[in-house]
């Protein structure tokens, strides 16, 4: 089992940034990854970033050059720094952790960008 907690996200104007971090009760190493996922209305969820126990990132194409995933091991998180948002950013954003075989989500944290 892995229990996440998700902090950050909220309103901003396009430009913008924000910051969303996700906290797991296991260590990053026994993790397969961590990172996150966003789900806007009337789509599925796609990858916005994720952190491979590799120690390689991978970005969702609609994300890459403005977000940065980063990984603090000491505090089994990763934080996601999101630059120039745009409205197209806007959804709810799910932390997900793959343990073992099995995935794990948060609850979501919903981010909205106003133009």
């Known amino acids: 089992q892995v229990q996440l907690v998700e902090s950050g996200g909220g309103s901003v104007e396009t430009g913008g940034s924000l910051t969303l971090s996700c906290a797991a009760s296991?260590?990053?190493?026994?993790?397969?990854?961590l990172g996150w996922y966003r789900q806007a209305p009337g789509d599925q969820r796609e990858l916005i970033a994720e952190?491979?126990?590799?120690?390689?990132?991978n970005y969702g194409d609609s994300v890459r050059g403005r977000f940065l995933l980063s990984r603090i091991n000491a505090k089994k998180s990763v934080t996601l720094q999101m630059n120039d948002l745009k409205p197209e950013d806007s959804g709810v954003y799910y932390c997900?952790?793959?343990?073992?075989?099995?995935?794990?989500w948060g609850q979501g944290t919903q981010v909205t960008v106003s133009s």
């Open positions: 997900k952790a793959e343990f073992l075989t099995s995935n794990y």
């Open positions: 952190s491979r126990i590799s120690g390689k990132v």
């Open positions: 296991r260590s990053l190493f026994e993790l397969n990854s």
